[in-house]
């Protein structure tokens, strides 16, 4: 059974970091893009980064270029969203997910998905 469990977020004041996990199970994920999502309260689910687990190829959408980055461990079958320079706009639950499309940046397209992690910026 596939499992992508997130971990990491929190409470932080605009202008700090926070590094997110997402602990991937179940199946071997190679061949897969590994994708980080957010949805902010009233809003839809975005997309906020994506990395391919085999080549370790990253992409990110424009309002997070230079602040997140997305990165994986193959030893641990874990990825990560480091984020500096959080702002109150980041404020949203963070989602882990899976997809055998590669480099896919739309929801529709992940197979597997976390169950989120809060992640809220103070101003």
């Known amino acids: 059974q596939v499992q992508l469990v997130e971990s990491g977020g929190g409470l932080v004041q605009a202008g700090g970091s926070l590094r997110l996990s997402c602990a991937a199970s179940?199946?071997?994920?190679?061949?897969?893009?590994m994708g980080w999502f957010r949805r902010a309260p009233g809003k839809d689910r975005e997309f906020v980064a994506v990395?391919?687990?085999?080549?370790?190829?990253?992409s990110n959408t424009d309002s997070v270029q230079g602040r997140f980055t997305i990165s994986r461990d193959n030893a641990k079958n874990t990825v990560y969203l480091q984020m500096n320079s959080l702002k109150p706009e980041d404020t949203a639950v963070y989602y882990c997910?899976?997809?055998?499309?590669?480099?896919?940046?739309?929801?529709?397209?992940?197979?597997?998905w976390g169950r989120g992690t809060q992640v809220t910026v103070s101003s």
């Open positions: 179940g199946r071997t994920f190679s061949g897969y893009t």
């Open positions: 997910a899976a997809a055998r499309e590669f480099m896919t940046t739309t929801d529709s397209r992940y197979d597997y």
């Open positions: 990395i391919d687990w085999s080549s370790g190829i990253t």
